[in-house]
């Protein structure tokens, strides 16, 4: 008996968009679940950067790690901040893994730029900070906010620290819980986007798929909150 024929090869659009295409891998970025920030503006900067999640981000944590719990997934990622951290561990939970966190993970540092000590409002125009609000709703650019990481620099540590990832996971299935902006810096990478460093607004517990084989990336799915609707956990 003659031995089976080799399948044939991927066509030109498996190819182009990694559908079925032996050894792909994929990401899939989770933003973490809703935050409770302080109550007042101000104060310890900390509390803002690293808030906690709330109890409704508690209970869209645990959504996204049932949603993700039917599907092998080999690694789990997370920034450092808890919001994000927390939410990888709903993840996690279900596959038997740890999470390992990667401070380049973390959000774009709003302010960070600001005297210790000091509220932004003590080093920065109330009305320089309109006009800043202003053209981040028209230009989405992190660059136009006063004494903030940039653009470059943001996109830069994402990118390399996703690249880390993927490359000791070839072929793997890897979560990585971050957030809004990281997601974004992705997606616009993969889809060859610059002028803006935000394109959409990713909902909190979302996940967002990405196929990774050698150096092509592609985007599978944005904004997947299926899981979310069902019990009316759905938030910005």
């Not at 719990?69 to 951290?85: C, E, F, H, K, T």
């Not at 299935?173 to 610059?194: F, T």
């Amino acid at each position: 008996m003659d031995p089976p024929a080799e399948p044939p090869p991927p066509d030109a659009f498996a190819r182009a968009f990694l559908t079925d295409v032996p050894g792909t891998g994929e990401v899939i970025l989770v933003r973490h679940g809703q935050q409770a920030y302080p109550s007042e503006r101000g104060g310890d900067r900390s509390a803002w950067v690293d808030a906690p999640l709330s109890e409704l981000g508690r209970r869209q944590a645990v959504a996204v790690g049932e949603a993700l719990a039917g599907q092998p997934i080999d690694a789990v990622y997370s920034s450092n901040l808890q919001r994000a951290r927390d939410t990888g561990a709903q993840v996690a939970r279900h596959h038997g893994v740890e999470v390992t966190e990667m401070e380049a993970l973390r959000e774009v540092e709003m302010f960070r730029d600001v005297p210790e000590g000091k509220d932004v409002l003590d080093v920065v125009d109330p009305l320089l900070l309109l006009g800043a609000r202003e053209r981040f709703a028209n230009e989405r650019r992190w660059d136009v906010w006063p004494l903030t990481e940039t653009g470059d620099e943001f996109r830069h540590r994402v990118l390399m620290a996703l690249e880390s990832i993927i490359v000791r996971h070839p072929g793997q299935r890897v979560a990585i819980a971050c957030h809004g902006g990281v997601i974004n810096i992705v997606a616009i990478a993969v889809l060859g986007h610059r002028d803006e460093d935000m394109v959409f607004r990713p909902a909190h517990a979302s996940f967002h798929r990405i196929g990774v084989h050698g150096a092509r990336r592609v985007i599978w799915s944005l904004n997947e909150t299926h899981h979310l609707r069902v019990d009316d956990l759905l938030s910005f």
